[in-house]
Structures are given as structure tokens and as C-alpha cells.
């Protein structure tokens, strides 16, 4: 009988693959993976900007890009509807998917930081304000970054530059459902891009 431990690499369990979460998602709502790797890329941007940990930007990056596998859960009708139609239930339904979203996360084996971020990356800043910071700093972050690229998707083709109305109607929201912090580094980052781009 041999006397060498077990292996590390024997042990150690595999690192969770986004992708398969992502393609599954991608099948039931069109544009899911551009939107998540969009929302991934401004989160991380935004969490570099405010001068956060690098491993913490990482692990918001992570979350950004799974915050809505929750959707997964959600009935296929729904997720074709737009929202302005939905009965106040069928929104409900619809607004459910970040805690969905973090089970699945958790069961696919995905670091518990990153779970708790997508968590709560539905929720609004105003609830907790300043003061009684209710929402993690890094769902803010997410939370800001989906609404832009959801914004910048609204607003492509729009006479005078679609990012231009979209960082707009992104900055509108400062203060009552997005942290103002957070949109501000946001902006930055974003108008930094614009100049960079000619």
C-alpha cells in the first residue's frame, strides 16, 4: 500500500464553468451572453475606477457576468413579454430571478461572495441609502452596469451617439434606484472610453 497522499489535484473539485450557465441562458433569452459580458466588462471597469481590491474587482466581474442566470427559472413567456406589460405578479415573477440566480450559482459551486453579490444586485440603493449601506457595494456596481448596457441597447442608433443617452438615462437613476458613487466612477469610465474612441 502506498504511503503518498492523495493527489491535490485528485481532490480538489473542478472550478464551476460560467459558460454552460451562460449558453443555457443565451437559449432562452436572445442577447443574454452579450448582455452579461457587456455588464461584466463596465462592472469591472467601474470596480477598478473606485480603486477596489483587485481580487474583489474579479470576483465582481464574476458576478456581473451570472447576474442573470436566475432567468433560468423564469416561464419563457415572460421573458419574451416586455416589461411594460407585465401584470404586477408576472413582475414579481420576473424580479425573482437574482435569488434564483444565487441558488443556482451556490449549486453550481461558484464562490459564496459572488453568489451573495448576485443576490442582491436587484435591488434598489434608495432602500438602504448611504447610511445603512442594506446593499453590497459590489451588486451596486452590477446593478449600475446592467442598466447601462440595457440603456446603451435601448438607445443604439439614437440621433447624437447612443452611449451619450444612454450614460443620461443611467445618471437619472442616481440616487434612487443606483448609487450615486458608483454611477459617477461609472461615468468616468465610460466618458474616458467615448474620448479614447474619438
Request: net charge negative; glycine share 10%; charged share 25%.
Amino acid at each position: 500500500m502506498s504511503s503518498d497522499p492523495p493527489s491535490a489535484a485528485r481532490s480538489a473539485a473542478p472550478d464551476p464553468d460560467p459558460e454552460i450557465l451562460l449558453d443555457a441562458l443565451a437559449d432562452r433569452v436572445v442577447g443574454a451572453r452579450e448582455h452579461a459580458d457587456a455588464t461584466a466588462s463596465y462592472a469591472f471597469a467601474t470596480a477598478v475606477e473606485l480603486g477596489l481590491d483587485r481580487d474583489f474587482c474579479g470576483t465582481v466581474r464574476t458576478a456581473a457576468r451570472l447576474h442573470e442566470i436566475g432567468k433560468l427559472y423564469i416561464r419563457r413567456e415572460l421573458l419574451a413579454r416586455p416589461e411594460d406589460e407585465l401584470s404586477r405578479r408576472a413582475r414579481a415573477e420576473l424580479e425573482s430571478h437574482p435569488a434564483a440566480g444565487n441558488l443556482l450559482a451556490r449549486g453550481a459551486g461558484f464562490p459564496v461572495p459572488v453568489c451573495e453579490l448576485i443576490l442582491h444586485c436587484g435591488e434598489r440603493f434608495d432602500v438602504g441609502g448611504e447610511d445603512t449601506p442594506d446593499v453590497p457595494l459590489g451588486s451596486r456596481i452590477v446593478a449600475a452596469a446592467c442598466e447601462y448596457d440595457r440603456q446603451l441597447a435601448r438607445h443604439t442608433g439614437d440621433e447624437g451617439g447612443g452611449r451619450r443617452w444612454a450614460l443620461i438615462a443611467t445618471v437619472a437613476q442616481s440616487g434612487s434606484r443606483l448609487d450615486p458613487l458608483v454611477v459617477d466612477a461609472l461615468a468616468r469610465v465610460v466618458e474616458r472610453a467615448q474620448g479614447a474612441a474619438g
